[in-house]
């Protein structure tokens, strides 16, 4: 089983900046393969980055240029910087992972508690 564990959210105004972590454990971190997802009040969940165990990227189009994905292997953790930060980033943002070698990012079973972004001034 691994476990997730998102921080760093929290209120900020528009053009701002926020740094979210994930935390893992239970598994070798740097095997695998990590997504952001976020879901807003009454919309459907959507995927906003990943990264694979080799370091590989994608992000979603509404993200471009304004957010970064990256991991730290050693301290079994990914981050999602995100600047530029406009209202409609408001959500509750959750990593994602499965349980074995992703040098491809496909959704997994294992999911974080979810950590809130609210942009608004």
């Known amino acids: 089983q691994v476990q997730l564990v998102e921080s760093g959210g929290g209120l900020v105004q528009p053009g701002g900046s926020l740094r979210l972590s994930c935390a893992a454990s239970?598994?070798?971190?740097?095997?695998?393969?990590m997504g952001w997802y976020r879901q807003a009040p009454g919309k459907q969940r959507e995927l906003v980055a990943t990264?694979?165990?080799?370091?590989?990227?994608n992000y979603a189009d509404s993200v471009k240029g304004r957010f970064t994905i990256s991991r730290d292997n050693a301290k079994n953790t990914v981050y999602l910087q995100m600047n530029s930060l406009k209202s409609e980033d408001t959500a509750v943002y959750y990593c994602?992972?499965?349980?074995?070698?992703?040098?491809?990012?496909?959704?997994?079973?294992?999911w974080g508690q979810g950590t809130q972004v609210t942009v608004s001034s």
């Open positions: 994602n992972t499965e349980d074995r070698y992703g040098p491809v990012y496909v959704e997994g079973r294992f």
């Open positions: 239970g598994s070798i971190f740097s095997m695998l393969a």
């Open positions: 990264i694979t165990s080799r370091g590989s990227t």
